[in-house]
């Protein structure tokens, strides 16, 4: 069965601190891993996209990284903004197949 | 952001009643899916569209049905609501000859069943 796992589960930082979330899956085959942002009460947005040939993945001061080897992703916050409190959701794809998603990780970012 | 647009952003009904979820898109895309999200839970797949009249259920299709008679439209009915389907239903769009590509969401619909 295809699965995500995130954390941790919630992390609270303060504001322009850094900080880094997991995201390990057992999708297979895989297709592509993205990390979505999203706000209380909206809906996911898409921060990046990575294939299975792409190790780094930047978007601002979001960058994501992917060890298709042993089948992990972690997404690094940089001087992080009140703004970036959020849950962020790691999603894989496998080959024709649907989204994965994990169960997110909710920050807080505290001035 | 990408045209999407759901309706009713809130919706409070009895169980027992039929409740009909509209998504609607404008950006000409094939793939249409109908999530919900539960605390504790990831987004779970309903039902997705892989074009007019072509759907296919989800991990989680019990107790709802879909349509989709244009490609703009993606209707997700419950026939007879019940308190377990109280939640957060999002409707995304994927488009392009990859069906993996960018997934882009709506705002959500928060239906309540009492």
């Known amino acids: 069965k295809n699965q995500v796992e995130q954390s941790p589960q919630s992390l609270i930082i303060l504001e322009g601190k850094n900080c880094t979330l997991q995201c390990n899956y057992t999708v297979s085959p895989f297709s592509n891993l993205r990390w979505y942002k999203q706000d209380t009460g909206r809906g996911p947005v898409s921060l990046t996209i990575m294939t299975f040939s792409e190790n780094t993945k930047s978007n601002g001061r979001y960058t994501a990284t992917l060890d298709a080897d042993t089948k992990q992703s972690s997404l690094h916050i940089t001087a992080s903004q009140l703004s970036d409190s959020a849950s962020y959701i790691c999603v894989v794809s496998a080959l024709y197949s649907t989204l994965t998603f994990g169960k997110g990780t909710m920050l807080l970012v505290s001035p | 952001d990408a045209g999407i647009t759901q309706s009713p952003r809130h919706k409070v009904t009895e169980t027992g009643t039929p409740v009909t979820l509209r998504c609607h898109q404008t950006?000409?895309?094939?793939?249409m899916y109908w999530y919900r999200q539960d605390p504790g839970h990831g987004l779970r797949l309903i039902h997705y569209?892989?074009?007019?009249?072509?759907?296919d259920k989800g991990e989680v299709s019990d107790g709802y049905s879909v349509s989709r008679s244009k490609t703009e439209d993606f209707l997700l009915t419950l026939e007879s609501a019940t308190s377990s389907q109280t939640s957060v239903y999002f409707c995304a769009i994927s488009g392009g000859r990859d069906r993996n590509t960018e997934a882009f969401f709506g705002q959500g619909t928060r239906l309540t069943v009492v």
């Open positions: 569209s892989y074009g007019v009249k072509d759907t």
């Open positions: 950006e000409n895309h094939r793939y």
